[in-house]
Every structure is written in C-alpha cells, then in structure tokens.
C-alpha cells in the first residue's frame, strides 16, 4: 500500500474516532454521575438518526432547514433520555449494576419495537448535507467534506464538555456527584435534577452523534445493538467517567481500524495475515490489551465499592436444599417427564429449549450469585460448546463423544479468558469478558474453512436412536437435571464457600488462607464447561449452528434469564429461562411487537420484584408462614 493511501486511511479513522467520540461522551457523562449502565444508550444514537431523517424531511434539505433538523433531532432524543430517567432509572439508583443493565436492555426492546411502528423495517437513506457534499485533495486522494466536518466536531464537543465541567457551577455540582453522591447531597445539591440534566446531556449527545451519522449510513433497525459495544469500549478503555480518556480512546480505536484496512493482507514467514478482518474485533483487542496492562483504563481510578442494597443482603449465603426442597425438584423432574403425554412436538421443542438454556443460564448463575463476578460474555463458552460438538459430528465423531467435547472445549477457553479477568473486578471484569466473547465470534464469523462463516454449521443431529422429539426431549431432561444437581452440590462444597467467601470479603478471604484469584479462576472454568454442555445440546437439538449463537443478544439472555428467576433462587435458571423463552414465544405469535411487551415486562419486575420470581416466590412462602 502506498503511504498516500495510508495516510487518508487515518484520516478517515480520525473521522471515526470522532463520530464514536460523540457517542461515547455521553455514556462516559452518565456512567460518572449515575453510575448507570445504560444499554440503551445505543437506543438513543439510533432514535437521533431516524429523527433526524423525519426533520430533514419536514424542513427541507437547506443548509439552514437541514442544520436545524439535526438540532431538533438531538434536543428530541435529549428529552426522551431525561423522560427514561425520570420514569425507570430514578427508581433503581441504588440496585446492582446488573439490574440496571437489564431495566436498560427492556428500554433498547420498547424502543426498537417502538422506531418499527413509527418508521417501519426498511432502511432509510437520509440526504447529504447541503454545502458539503464535495471532496478535499489529500496527497492525491480524496476525503468527503462531509468527513472532515464529522472530525472536527468531535474535538469540539470535547472542549465545550471541558468548558462545561470545569468552568461552570453546573459543572462544579456534576463532579462532587461524581466523586461522593452522599456529601454533594449533603452540601445541599438536587441530584434528582442533576441526574436528570446530565441524563439529557448525555442522551442529547447520542442523538446529535446519530443525526450526525446519517448522511453517512442510512438509519436502520438494529443499529443500536450494533454501536453499543463500541461505545461501552470506548468508554472502559478511557476510564469509566473521564470524557477526556473516551477521546483518547476512541482515537486509538479509529486509528487501529484504519491501520489494520491499510496494511491489507501480509504475508509473514508463509502465513498470510488477512488485517482488513480485524477491523470486526479491532476495538475489542484494543480493550483486552489496555485492561490486562492499565485495569481501570487509560485516565480511569478504582471503582468506589458498591452501596450495600437489598440484594446484596440476601446475597450473604445459599442455603443448602432440604429434604422439601429435593421432594419438589423430584416432584417437577417426574411431572416434566409426562409432558410428552399431554404437549405435541412443538411443547416438546420449545420445553428442550428451556432446559438447555435453564442449564445456560444457571452456569451464569454460579458465577453471579456465588463468585459474584460478572460477565457480559457468557454466550462465549456456549457457543465454544456449540462449535466444538457440530465439528466433531461433521467429523464422524459418534453424539457421546461430541457431546463430552463440549463442555471441555469451553472450560479450555473459559480458562484462558478467566485468567485475564479474575485481575479485575466490577464492570471492567464484566467488559473483558464481552471483548473476549466478540473476539471468539469474529472467529467464528470469518473462518470460513472451519466454523462456516456467517452460514454456520448444518447437519448436526443425534443418532437416529435419540432423533425423535420425544426422546431427546427425555435425554436432555436426564442430562439437564444432573448437570444442575452437580451445579447445586458445589455451590455446597468448601469450594463453594470459599468462592463466596471471596465474593463478600476479598481481604477477609485472603487473610482466611483462600487463593482468591485461582479459586476464581476456577469458577470460570467450571461455570464455562456447564455453559458449553449446554451449547452442546443445542447444537444437536437444533441441527445447525451459527456465529449468532456466540453474540451479545445471547449473553444478555442469559443475565436476563438469571436476574428474572432470582440471582440465589435454587430455581431461578429455570423459573427465568421458562418465563423468558415462553413470554417470548407467547408474544411472538400474537403480534410483531412482541419485542415491546417483553421489555415492558422486563421493566416490571425490575422494579416491582428485584428479587426475581424465584425470590419473590421464596418471600411469599415465608410470609405464609408466619
């Protein structure tokens, strides 16, 4: 490649990092005050681009008509960011981060389902902005206007913030929230209405980062799932709250990108390194490297330790199951095997579902509830299962076999990430395990020769003697239950205590004699091989398999799942994966919205049973006691 096209390659990487800068600020500036993780940040980038779209064509593609519309487009989405605080976030401050990223991932359901209904499912393409819509000369190649204009914005954006921050009383009040919510409030700040301007900024400057990006892309469903992970690793790679860090890092992103399109496909000692693929994952290598040498970021500090809540109570240990407990998990275990008696094939399919996601869900679970460590990435080990079962099938290997692969494969790949993510802790921790989940996917995604690429893997069924609906059904009921028995019986063993041991008191636990970080270690590679076993299954009981199995839909699943049965209920992965995958399945089939109904019933039991059901049920029982 020649040095001129190099050089306008980083030019348009500069261009980039400057439209991913102005979405990033605004989760930085929420993260820094709220400490909300906001999913639906994304949700709001997307609705600036299709409000955009709609103002434009209200007002006309002028210079004056067309400006006019992007502000509109942003101010828009800037009220309806302060409306979701007002309504939702405000309810749920003081509930754990993962409960505030599920509330939020219901918010990105009602939206999407809500941008469907009122622009439909096709893309829409907006105009190119009026005045610039020419090209400028650089070393003999060209960059659009439109670009350069996009590159300035965002080094603009981040001395207003500056200037905002630093000079303003506003800004005074917005870093004594930051640095301790309790003296600011205590000083006689209004955090309600803090939190509520700085919801607004921030939502404000996704809106303007869509309306700013559609001249550029059309406006299509879906987009907000896929800006999300950038911006949550812009935001991590420069520090959870610095606004200065996310510039930095999103330059170091976009330049990355640019990099790795320039230098094409290079051929090192006989091996032909394909650099424009690692575009897809570029950013996630970029976080992966920044946290394994700088834990909290660039410009990032410790995370302060999290308020003491109502879960977090209830959290201090899990009781062993007693004899009532084993008599109803038998009682269930013998009524679900009847159910071919009384349910038709497709009960039965979307029963095995239930279970294999049950035991997804509950390895999660294991990780959540008794290491305490969270991880936005699960769907890795699933899918590691997943692939690691179908190829060894298409290679003549017998179901058992293959199978038993599964669970190993993952728990191979879950100790190699672990290792990297038991030296942090938090939503940093919760990050690396997302980066390494969207590396295995890119893999999965592009290795055409061996995962199939973006087709999968098909013709992967159990032997002719397990293909009946009926009997594998039964097969996965056997495997299930035992799995999650054995799931059950080492959150029991002294492993177990020690795990929450050091979940509770890392210091306590250390001084105790505990190995904190191997017994973490350990966890992750147990919890991956329960999740790979149940990849396994759903490989064979779906026949074929796909990248989409290892993306982040899938992981957020399955903390929904988890969070919606009860974090420390014995049943809550099931209880979750059968009220999850049965709303879904009811919803879909009465309308086309059936996205917006989950969302909103993910929303009440956020806030009327943060418990879960499993934990709702545990306190009705408790209160009939009495």
């Not at 990033?24 to 709220?34: E, K, M, P, Q, Y």
């Not at 091996?271 to 970029?286: D, G, H, N, Q, R």
């Not at 055409?448 to 069924?461: E, I, K």
């Amino acid at each position: 490649m020649t040095l001129s096209a190099l050089l306008i390659q980083l030019v348009n990487g500069l261009a980039g990092a400057s439209s991913l800068f102005l979405l990033s600020a605004g989760l930085t500036l929420i993260f820094g005050v709220t400490r909300i993780v906001n999913f639906a940040h994304g949700s709001l980038y997307m609705l600036g681009a299709y409000c955009a779209y709609s103002a434009v064509t209200r007002f006309g593609s002028t210079i004056s008509g067309y400006w006019l519309a992007v502000l509109i487009a942003a101010i828009a989405v800037g009220a309806i960011g302060a409306l979701i605080e007002i309504l939702l976030l405000r309810r749920i401050y003081r509930a754990p981060e993962l409960l505030q990223l599920i509330a939020t991932f219901g918010v990105v359901m009602i939206v999407e389902d809500a941008t469907l209904a009122l622009w439909g499912p096709e893309d829409l393409l907006g105009p190119r902005a009026p005045g610039l819509r020419g090209t400028i000369e650089i070393a003999g190649r060209v960059l659009p206007q439109y670009d350069a204009l996009v590159m300035v914005a965002g080094p603009l954006v981040l001395v207003a913030l500056w200037w905002l921050v630093r000079r303003t009383r506003w800004g005074t009040m917005v870093r004594a929230a930051s640095e301790n919510r309790v003296i600011a409030q205590a000083l006689g700040i209004d955090q309600a209405k803090l939190f509520t301007g700085v919801f607004f900024l921030g939502a404000l400057l996704a809106g303007l980062a869509g309306a700013l990006e559609l001249p550029r892309a059309s406006a299509h469903l879906g987009m907000d799932l896929s800006v999300i992970a950038e911006a949550f690793v812009v935001t991590v790679v420069g520090g959870l709250g610095s606004i200065p860090g996310a510039f930095i890092a999103a330059i170091l992103i976009g330049l990355t990108r640019a990099v790795c399109i320039g230098l094409g496909e290079i051929d090192v000692v006989g091996v032909t390194i394909a650099f424009p693929k690692l575009t897809l994952v570029a950013e996630f290598v970029v976080m992966a490297v920044v946290l394994a040498v700088k834990p909290y970021g660039l410009l990032g500090n410790a995370p302060a330790p999290a308020p003491t809540t109502a879960i977090a109570e209830h959290r201090a240990l899990v009781r062993a199951p007693g004899r009532g407990s084993v008599a109803v998990a038998l009682a269930a275990l013998a009524l679900a095997a009847m159910l071919p008696l009384v349910g038709d094939e497709y009960d039965l399919v979307l029963a095995t579902d239930v279970l294999v996601f049950a035991l997804f869900a509950a390895s999660l679970q294991f990780l959540l509830g008794a290491g305490g460590l969270a991880s936005f990435g699960h769907a890795a080990y699933f899918g590691l299962g997943a692939y690691a079962a179908a190829l060894a099938s298409g290679s003549g290997a017998p179901m058992g076999a293959a199978l038993a692969l599964a669970p190993a494969a993952a728990a191979l790949g879950a100790l190699v990430f672990g290792w990297f993510c038991v030296r942090l802790s938090g939503i940093y921790l919760a990050m690396l395990t997302l980066a390494f989940a969207q590396i295995v996917w890119s893999i999965a995604f592009q290795w055409d020769s061996v995962t199939g690429g973006s087709n999968g893997l098909v013709g992967v069924w159990p032997p002719p003697w397990l293909s009946g609906k009926t009997i594998y059904f039964h097969f996965t009921l056997s495997v299930v239950a035992l799995a999650m028995a054995a799931i059950g019986w080492l959150a029991q063993t002294p492993f177990g205590y020690a795990l929450r041991a050091a979940r509770d008191s890392r210091l306590r636990a250390e001084a105790g004699g505990i190995d904190v970080r191997s017994t973490q270690w350990t966890a992750f590679a147990l919890a991956g091989a329960f999740a790979g076993l149940a990849g396994g299954l759903y490989a064979f009981s779906k026949g074929s398999i796909s990248p989409e199995t290892l993306a982040i839909p899938r992981s957020v699943d399955a903390l929904v799942m988890v969070l919606l049965g009860g974090l420390d209920a014995l049943a809550g992965p099931l209880l979750g994966a059968a009220a999850f995958i049965g709303l879904q399945d009811t919803l879909s089939r009465a309308t086309e919205y059936w996205r917006a109904g989950v969302g909103v019933a993910i929303l009440l039991l956020v806030v009327a049973f943060p418990m879960g059901i499993g934990g709702g049920l545990r306190r009705l029982v408790a209160q009939l006691r009495r």
